[in-house]
């Protein structure tokens, strides 16, 4: 395994993804993090505290995302329609990935697009950049003409896997939406058209009303659901998509309101490999040194090895 | 292109709170000791506070003073929803997480020494910072002049000015107490008819100033804002019209604050005339007037 060797983490955190070394189980989220340096502003934040860093959903051309409001607080959670404003492929290329200390954490580009044929143009442009692996979004809820067209249905899901499985060796991770109605149909299809790996869930649908005006709070009138609210929704998927991985070996970034250890803690259980952090960040930036601290403590109580014998540990009920 | 790393300038601190005063119409002046933000913080600065245990979704709020010696900040809210209903339910020795300073500052320069100073509402904490730092300023000979309007009852003394203030109507002599005891000229707005109060929009009170302002008055002048964003739209427009600088603090709504989510995006003009998507909390909260407004 290679992989960054500076972190002077619990080697038992360390877990295997498809090949590449993640010091941690822990992956902080795309549109969370920005373009990887945000967080920095933060005293004492550092990324060799996460596994890997999701960057922001790139598509081909610069896009200016939704009109505000594009966040709500909701119970437990959040709404956001950012609309993925982002700088495009070029950019990410040309400017924030030089810029990217490989040294640190592994860096996950995260794409989207609004036809087969973008997908793939972006994934052929990473194939030759640094960066460590793709994550494949067809699950934004936020884009209309996007990826939540391709990600509901099992078909186009696959065809957009294929076609950027055609275009690079990078270690393929497909963003799964929880908007559908068989999480599990549409992995096995993506599997077979060259996934490596899964992310387990992206937001959930939903609506902000403000009551008050008789409109929708957010700009998009629609949005993607987060936090701690959605957490039972993705340990369930995480569990689904799990029974078709094993077979196969694919690992899981099992995400979806993590807040501290436990939550991180069931989801490996659930059968992911490493977990994701997103809204939990904006409670606390400084929380992945406390969830790492917690799964090395959980470890140690239940005498466990490492964080991979935690993975898919669930005595499920006959 | 080679981009640096950000600096850690943000502070996550465990907040005491000293104290609170409750003023009209739910608004309240809140202490913390949080003492790294304290040192740190800037006029147009804000704070992220965790206002509950169960409301982990932090509220900004600007700074409305900070002391480095005694470690401590102060904001001045409205209760508006139930963050701030909660925020107000704090008692001295309660602990709040925070986040900050945050955002960039309001830029003064000493090329133009007076500094119109426009507060609206809970857009009033900035802009007090701003005239207390400005006057401190020893090197930079600011003058600060400071117009604030509300609609409800002002969170502070009031009292009559002995201060002149040109242009304004001899009526309009009402000034917030604690500035006039600094020597700062204040004069306040507000359409509901307070005594000493010019009767109207905030706006109106900068333009009798600027009217009455002669050319090379006018060289040495800059515009600073803070407020609801129709009146910093005629502020905009104001300081277009008397070809002023101009700087508005920006309100959007937040998740991380730190600059990770975009979720606080707002579009403004570039130097090129095209749209930019700008992030309120680290690329603001302070913008030219003119890259917002046009
Ligand atoms: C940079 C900045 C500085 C601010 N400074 C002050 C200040 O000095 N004094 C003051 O009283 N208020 C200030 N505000 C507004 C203040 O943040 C909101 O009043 C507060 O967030 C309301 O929270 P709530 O839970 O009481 O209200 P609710 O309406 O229940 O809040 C619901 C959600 O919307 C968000 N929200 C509601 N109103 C605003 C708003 N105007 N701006 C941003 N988010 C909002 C809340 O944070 C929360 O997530 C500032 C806002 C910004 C962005
Ligand atoms: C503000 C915001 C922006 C997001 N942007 C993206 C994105 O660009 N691409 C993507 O695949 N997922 C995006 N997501 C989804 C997150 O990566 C994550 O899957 C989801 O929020 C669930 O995890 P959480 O509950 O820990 O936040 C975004 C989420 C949030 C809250
Ligand atoms: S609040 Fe997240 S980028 Fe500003």
Redo the contacts between chains.
């Keep these: 395994m290679a992989g960054p060797m500076a972190s002077g983490h619990d080697s038992r955190l360390a877990v295997d993804f498809c090949g590449l070394r993640f010091s941690t189980p822990l992956v902080l989220l795309s549109?969370?993090?920005?373009f990887g340096?945000?967080?920095?502003?933060?005293?004492?934040?550092s990324h060799a505290d996460a596994g890997a860093v999701c960057l922001?959903g790139t598509t081909l051309a610069p896009r200016?995302?939704n009109d505000?409001?594009?966040?709500?607080?909701t119970p437990d959670g959040?709404l956001?329609a950012?609309g993925l404003?982002n700088p495009g492929v070029d950019a990410l290329l040309?400017?924030?990935l030089?810029?990217l200390?490989f040294s640190e954490t592994r860096f996950i580009a995260n794409v989207s697009g609004s036809t087969v044929e973008e997908y793939r143009e972006i994934a052929r442009r990473l194939d030759d950049s640094p960066i460590d692996a793709i994550e494949i979004n067809i699950s934004c809820p936020n884009v209309r003409e996007g990826g939540v067209e391709f990600g509901n249905y099992p078909e186009p899901s696959a065809r957009v896997v294929a076609a950027c499985r055609a275009v690079t060796d990078k270690v393929l991770i497909t963003k799964l939406s929880p908007n559908q109605a068989d999480i599990a149909d549409n992995a096995r299809r993506c599997l077979e058209a060259g996934s490596d790996a899964f992310a387990v869930i992206n937001t959930v649908a939903g609506m902000a009303i403000d009551a008050g005006t008789r409109r929708p709070v957010l700009g998009n009138n629609r949005g993607g659901l987060s936090?701690p609210a959605i957490k039972p929704v993705a340990l369930l998927k995480v569990w689904e998509v799990h029974q078709v991985c094993k077979p196969h070996a694919a690992p899981i970034i099992g995400q979806g309101g993590v807040?501290c250890g436990r939550d991180a803690i069931e989801f490996l259980i659930a059968g992911a490999t490493a977990v994701g952090i997103g809204?939990g960040?904006?409670?606390?930036?400084?929380l992945c040194p406390k969830i790492n601290r917690e799964i090395a403590e959980y470890l140690d109580e239940h005498g466990m090895e490492n964080v991979a014998a935690l993975s898919g540990s669930l005595e499920w009920n006959e | 292109m080679n981009r640096r790393k950000n600096t850690a300038a943000i502070f996550a601190e465990r907040a005491r709170v000293v104290g609170q005063q409750a003023f009209d119409a739910g608004q309240y002046v809140l202490k913390l000791h949080a003492p790294r933000c304290a040192a740190a913080a800037a006029p147009g600065q804000f704070i992220h506070l965790r206002c509950a245990a169960d409301l982990p979704l932090r509220r900004p709020y600007s700074i409305l003073s900070a002391d480095a010696a005694g470690g401590e900040v102060e904001m001045l809210y409205k209760v508006v929803g139930e963050g701030s209903r909660r925020l107000a339910a704090c008692r001295a020795g309660d602990e709040l997480d925070s986040l900050g300073p945050i955002g960039n500052a309001f830029a003064p320069s000493p090329e133009r020494p007076n500094l119109l100073l426009v507060g609206g509402g809970v857009g009033i904490p900035p802009i007090l910072f701003l005239a207390a730092r400005a006057r401190e300023d020893a090197a930079a000979n600011y003058t600060p002049l400071v117009l604030m309007g509300s609609e409800i009852p002002f969170p502070f003394d009031v009292t009559d000015s002995s201060l002149p203030f040109a242009g304004v109507a001899n009526g309009t002599r009402a000034t917030m107490a604690a500035l006039e005891r600094r020597g700062i000229a204040a004069r306040l707005a507000s359409g509901r008819g307070f005594a000493g109060c010019y009767r109207g929009h905030v706006g109106g009170l900068a333009r009798q100033w600027l009217d009455a302002a002669p050319p090379e008055q006018l060289a040495a002048t800059a515009m600073f804002a803070c407020g609801p964003a129709p009146m910093l739209q005629d502020i905009a427009r104001i300081a277009a019209q008397f070809s002023l600088p101009c700087q508005v603090a920006l309100e959007e709504t937040m998740a991380c604050g730190v600059g990770g989510c975009a979720g606080c995006s707002v579009a403004v003009r570039d130097d090129n005339g095209g749209i930019a998507m700008k992030r309120v909390c680290v690329d603001g909260p302070v913008f030219n007037a003119r890259a917002v407004f046009g």
Aim: aromatic share 10%.
């Design positions: 549109g969370c993090v920005g340096d945000e967080y920095t502003r933060v005293e004492g934040f922001k200016t995302g505000p409001h594009r966040l709500a607080e959040m956001n950012i404003q040309d400017d924030i030089p810029a200390d936090g807040a809204t960040l904006f409670y606390d930036p400084l």
